[in-house]
């Protein structure tokens, strides 16, 4: 039952904020809406206000639809006249300006986007920021030996500039660069913390589904992961509470050792002959030195020395709402670029899922908590947001296009050209639905 809520409520949140964009634009612009439903089929609960919107909830979860008064449904239909007042028959839809209309259509992505805005922004103010090491671990390829600089243990910056602190990063930014031929340009730091480029040529890269599913094994090395010691949580009950360390310190040094990874730190701490750590630690470009007596393992009721602190960084208000702005933009833009290369068949189409592969994942975030789930939701109103821009004839942007298609020609389209181009766009949709649900059955059963 938990996939069926979860799924219910990632869906419900979903459509409800996409329409409500809608909506809210229209009623801004003064455009009358005769119903405001979430779900599609038949209406199980509605309520009227009073200014004649109907709002509803109708019996399939899989979608929503904010209902404008518009002249092809009074043209259709003459007894609708009767129904409703002077001022709705003046606010129909296609009475208002091309601009108005335009930002309605626009509203309901852009709902989406400030969902995912909040949501991130609400993430990230309530949890560590875990930077890592990308190590490289054992080098598989001759190639690499003989030619580069790469060695293990070296540790992977960047690729083209863009700077990596995890591994999501990492294959996000592999991905967006499948299909490929020509250098890839990687920074490294060494073992003395020297820093150097190096670039590696490769032909239609990853160009199977394969290889797509881990990005980070084609070139020949493996990364291994290794958290940075940053001081993301004092442990009220360690002797580190009361002393000079302070939260998003840097620690270098442990008793002399120069220190790479939060796992060096712990064994050193954990193997310590004395009952205290001599520590250097970094904080806004100063160096500081400090003594800190060690604490037993509560947790464990153990004699096992810790030093109380646990790794991560943490943001502030105005640092989480930035990055949670710059995330929904560069998911935004990588979706987009996904969509594109699943069409020329650069990437594989194995991660496109249809409402199976939603409830499976809708179900097995709220497993794993709140936060977790959260974030699933942010990157589906990501992905709704993106998707509803598509200039596909009965999406947002298809209507944006339209829209556009009459200011150029200075009137609306033939209702017949009209009817055929929305027919169209209804069959991709429906391909592309009935091409998810085929990928989640062939993925899960």
Known sequence: MIYFFAALILLGVLITIHEFGHFIMARFFNIYVQRFSIGMGPVIIKKEDNSGTEYAISALPLGGYVAMLSEK????????RDTLTKDQLNNTFESKPRWQRALVMLAGPLANFILSIFIFFFIFSNSLERTFNLNVGEITSAMIIENTQIQSGHVLKSIND???SNLQELRLELLSMSGMTGDIFFEFEDENGQLYSQSIFVKDFLNSEESQLVPENAFGFNIELSLIPYV???LENSNAFNSELKLNDLIVKANSVKIKSFEQLKEIVTNSSKDFISLEVLRDNSTYYMEIPLSNNLNQNSNIP??????GKKRSILQSFVTGVNQTFDLSIRTLSF????????????????PIGIVKAAGDSAKLGFLPFLYLMAILSISLGVINLLPIPVLDGGQL??????????SPLPEKIENVIYSGGMAVVIMLM????????TRFF
């Open 73 to 80: 449904a009074l043209q259709e239909d003459n007894a609708l």
């Open 162 to 164: 863009k700077m990596l």
């Open 232 to 234: 993301g949580q004092i």
């Open 306 to 311: 810790i030093l109380g602190i646990v790794p």
């Open 339 to 354: 969509i594109g290369k699943m069409i020329t068949g650069d990437l594989g189409t194995q991660n496109l899922s249809g």
């Open 401 to 410: 296009m339209m829209l556009l298609v009459e200011a150029i020609k200075g």
């Open 434 to 441: 009935f091409f998810a649900i085929f990928n989640d059955i």
